[in-house]
């Protein structure tokens, strides 16, 4: 039977980027004899403009009824000034809640050949190897009242959590610990935030259930400087959604590009949503530039999680590693030793490897 994937593109450079993850999952079709039956669907700026709405019912529909969701990228200057409800973000969210996908995983690889691409010295981000646990359907992003108040004057954006939304986040974390060097950091502001102290207090109860993780407690300030001056002393992070938006962004950093990040974005049973953590680079949107891996690494995520397709995912994997080995490189990876080459050539790059 054919898996069955949604594909919202959305604006900017994810349409650009999202035929690209679907070009490789073709020719892993092919190799691998699996059926792939895809259908596209509007998500954010895009269906606003189509539909009135950032996020029509039919898109919501489509998703529940798939096996997996691909998504490319929202927003764009277009709609910056539109109202909240009418922000091309709110479709995000919106498809985020609607499939309780409350764990979004963000591996953070460094290749060896991009070791030039990052600001950071070679030596700190050699051997940096982690991944980001972020909790993505509570806290800041969805409490309220959300809202002005005080005639304009005055503001309130409201952080919630319950016990259960953070238990499940930091077992899913605990277990990925698990799976890799089996050592965990819980990320917080339990100094200042109420929520935080629960946080901590949970993930102090789990431990016994996970003897075999070693944990600590760092908070989100000292954090965010160890992530770029020790990189390789985390193996997984787990936080509330706002610290781990800002912080995958950070560690973007130590593979060079925001443009390598891939992610996982999974529901306790249901369907998962696989989507680059970069968003829709007005700046370079149109341009056919834009660097393609971390849309085709999110669709390797989507054959491991979703499909259980480790060999599949492997390949994709691997051919990417080895294009850029030879030194292919995308604007945003350039160096001058490196042969440039645009997204459509680099997503050809990739599948040839693969056949
Ligand atoms: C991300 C993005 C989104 C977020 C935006 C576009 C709403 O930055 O996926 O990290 O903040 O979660
Ligand atoms: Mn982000």
Same mark, same amino acid.
């Given at each position: 039977?054919?898996?069955k994937?949604?594909?919202?593109?959305?604006?900017g450079?994810?349409?650009?980027?999202? @035929?690209a993850?679907k070009d490789v999952?073709?020719a892993?079709?092919?190799?691998?004899g699996k059926?792939?039956e895809?259908s596209s669907h509007?998500?954010g700026?895009?269906?606003?403009?189509?539909?009135g709405t950032?996020?029509?019912?039919?898109t %919501?529909e489509?998703c529940k009824?798939?096996d997996?969701v691909?998504l490319g990228?929202v927003?764009?200057?277009?709609?910056?000034?539109?109202p909240?409800?009418?922000?091309?973000?709110r479709?995000l969210?919106?498809?985020?809640?609607a499939l =309780?996908?409350y764990?979004n995983l963000?591996?953070?690889k460094?290749f060896?050949?991009l070791? $030039?691409?990052?600001?950071?010295?070679?030596?700190?981000?050699?051997g940096?190897d982690?991944l980001?646990?972020?909790e993505?359907t509570?806290?800041l992003?969805?409490?309220r009242? +959300?809202e002005?108040? =005080?005639?304009?004057?005055? %503001? &309130?954006?409201t952080?919630?959590?319950t016990?259960k939304?953070?238990e499940?986040? &930091?077992d899913k974390a605990?277990?990925?610990?698990?799976?890799?060097k089996? $050592?965990?950091t +819980?990320?917080? /502001?339990a100094n %200042?935030?109420?929520?935080?102290k629960l946080w901590?207090?949970?993930?102090e109860? /789990? /431990?016994a259930?996970y003897p075999d993780?070693t944990v600590e407690?760092?908070?989100v300030?000292?954090?965010a400087m160890k992530l770029?001056?020790?990189?390789?002393q985390?193996?997984?992070i787990?936080t509330?959604?706002?610290?781990?938006?800002i912080?995958s962004d950070e560690a973007?950093v130590?593979?060079g590009s925001?443009g390598m990040?891939p +992610?996982?974005?999974l529901?306790?049973?249901?369907v998962?949503l @696989?989507?680059?953590?970069?968003g829709?680079?007005?700046?370079?949107?149109?341009?056919g530039i834009a660097n393609?891996i971390?849309?085709?690494?999110?669709?390797a995520?989507m054959l491991?999680?979703?499909f259980?397709?480790?060999?599949e995912?492997q390949t994709?994997?691997?051919?990417v590693?080895?294009?850029?080995?030879?030194? @292919? $490189?995308?604007a945003?990876?350039?160096?001058?030793?490196g042969?440039?080459?645009?997204t459509?050539?680099?997503?050809?790059?990739?599948?040839?490897?693969?056949?």
């Amino acid at each position: 039977m054919a898996n069955k994937i949604v594909l919202l593109p959305g604006d900017g450079i994810g349409a650009e980027v999202i @035929y690209a993850a679907k070009d490789v999952l073709e020719a892993i079709s092919k190799k691998f004899g699996k059926e792939f039956e895809f259908s596209s669907h509007d998500i954010g700026g895009i269906a606003i403009d189509n539909h009135g709405t950032p996020l029509p019912d039919e898109t %919501v529909e489509a998703c529940k009824k798939a096996d997996a969701v691909l998504l490319g990228a929202v927003g764009g200057p277009k709609w910056d000034n539109n109202p909240s409800d009418l922000r091309p973000e709110r479709g995000l969210l919106g498809i985020r809640k609607a499939l =309780d996908l409350y764990a979004n995983l963000r591996p953070v690889k460094g290749f060896d050949k991009l070791l $030039h691409a990052s600001p950071l010295r070679p030596d700190i981000i050699n051997g940096s190897d982690l991944l980001i646990v972020r909790e993505l359907t509570g806290g800041l992003y969805f409490g309220r009242p +959300s809202e002005r108040q =005080d005639n304009g004057n005055a %503001v &309130v954006d409201t952080l919630t959590y319950t016990r259960k939304e953070i238990e499940r986040i &930091v077992d899913k974390a605990f277990q990925s610990a698990q799976l890799r060097k089996k $050592h965990l950091t +819980s990320v917080d /502001k339990a100094n %200042v935030l109420e929520s935080s102290k629960l946080w901590r207090e949970i993930v102090e109860e /789990k /431990k016994a259930q996970y003897p075999d993780v070693t944990v600590e407690h760092v908070l989100v300030d000292a954090a965010a400087m160890k992530l770029i001056t020790n990189p390789t002393q985390f193996d997984v992070i787990v936080t509330e959604n706002m610290f781990g938006d800002i912080l995958s962004d950070e560690a973007s950093v130590l593979t060079g590009s925001l443009g390598m990040l891939p +992610s996982a974005s999974l529901a306790e049973d249901g369907v998962g949503l @696989y989507e680059p953590a970069h968003g829709s680079a007005p700046d370079i949107a149109g341009k056919g530039i834009a660097n393609p891996i971390a849309m085709i690494l999110s669709a390797a995520m989507m054959l491991r999680y979703s499909f259980q397709m480790n060999e599949e995912a492997q390949t994709i994997e691997d051919a990417v590693e080895q294009v850029l080995n030879q030194n @292919y $490189h995308t604007a945003d990876l350039y160096n001058k030793n490196g042969e440039l080459v645009n997204t459509n050539e680099m997503t050809q790059l990739i599948v040839e490897t693969i056949e």
